[in-house]
């Protein structure tokens, strides 16, 4: 490992989670001061902590329950606690790729692939590549004064940011065991957000290498590994692979799949998973679809990459739970609208039309 890398690995493992501090801390209207005093703490410390100097996930148990404690007694949002472990694990994520780069060995146990991940925390790992707010983060409003210019987002150099993809490319190159595949998948579908022509061209690449293979019934790990994979081209501008993907799982226990997927991906399950399979082995009964219908009609926007697969689950939930919009004025209205923005659906493929308007019609029939 180059020394010049360790010797800073201790400012990673503390950016992202800093960072939910500080707006934690600007959203309860506290300045670093009064923080410091409130915990007993020097303002040094405080800066440290934000700044990810010092980071939280380095804290006793006991200290960090104090200090979220602490932020919630003096008015940060009730959420605060939930979205910094969240960051915490994901300052691991971030501190373990950048350190290793894309060279040497791939740690074992990996953090990546600790459990199943959630759109919550890959909007956190994600943020400082993307400079998008993480949408669990919008109450976090500040209300103390600015010093001066401070940045919106947690930021990494170019150098880090090029050493982090280089990572996932490692791992997506070298993880191809049995015991490897969640890692190896979650791997993939972060690649998507890389903006290198490297990570585009081995993208396409992995693509065009499992295209040709026939998905068999109940092969849950080639399932989500085509999904990842073209969902993250999907990301780089390529749509065409992933309508490629959704035409080829429609029906059968591979569609029942994804509505489990994306009912555990939304916080529909709220128990973590260690691997994959619980998408074949669960009965979709066990959840019932109102949060994950309202994250899908957010999604529904022309621009957006992963459109078709949005439209297609949308699609899926409505036909599997009649009552879904009948019993739900709200999100009903909301469907309705989202559905006219796409107009005709004349850039959507022919499938994805079919579907528009099949699930317009469920609208004005749940209307009635």
């Known amino acids: 490992m180059p020394t010049s890398t360790s010797g800073r690995s201790s400012r990673y493992r503390g950016t992202v989670s800093g960072f939910v501090l500080k707006l934690a801390r600007q959203t309860a209207a506290l300045t670093q001061e009064r923080l410091a005093e409130a915990v007993g703490a020097d303002v040094t410390t405080v800066q440290a902590w934000e700044s990810g100097r010092r980071p939280l996930s380095a804290l006793q148990t006991g200290d960090l329950l104090r200090l979220r404690n602490c932020l919630l007694r003096l008015g940060a949002p009730s959420s605060t606690g939930r979205h910094l472990r969240e960051a915490i694990e994901v300052d691991v994520v971030l501190s373990l790729a950048i350190e290793h ?60 940011q090029k050493r982090f993809f280089d990572h996932l490319l490692a791992v997506a190159d070298r993880c191809v065991g049995p ?94 998973q260690a691997d994959d399979r619980f998408v074949a082995e669960l009965d979709p009964r066990c959840w019932g679809g109102q949060r994950l219908g309202w994250h899908l009609v957010h999604r529904l926007g022309p621009e957006t990459p992963q459109l078709t697969l949005n439209l297609d689950t949308l699609h899926s939930l409505v036909v599997s739970r009649p009552s879904l919009l009948s019993e739900r004025p709200r999100l009903r209205c909301r469907t309705a609208a989202a559905l006219e923005r796409l107009g005709s659906g004349s850039e959507l493929p022919g499938y994805s039309r079919d579907q528009l308007a099949g699930l317009r019609y469920a609208v004005r029939l749940a209307g009635r």
């Open 101 to 160: 780069g894309g060279v040497g060995a791939i740690p074992d146990p990996h953090p990546l692939a600790a459990a199943v991940h959630r759109h919550s925390l890959i909007n956190l790992l994600t943020w400082p590549f993307t400079g998008v707010t993480p949408g669990q983060l919008d109450g976090f409003v500040s209300r103390v004064p600015r010093r001066g210019p401070e940045p919106l987002w947690p930021t990494f150099c170019p150098d880090e």
């Open 179 to 272: 015991d490897q595949r969640l890692l190896r998948r979650q791997a993939v579908y972060l690649l998507g957000f890389g903006k290198s022509a490297a990570v585009k061209t081995w993208l396409h690449d992995e693509w065009t290498r499992t295209s040709g293979r026939k998905i068999e019934d109940g092969d849950v790990a080639e399932l989500l590994a085509k999904r990842s994979a073209s969902i993250a081209l999907a990301v780089t501008g390529d749509a065409e692979t992933l309508c490629s993907f959704v035409r080829s799982t429609s029906g059968g226990w591979a569609e029942t799949a994804n509505l489990n997927y994306w009912a555990y991906w939304t916080g529909e399950l709220v128990d973590d």
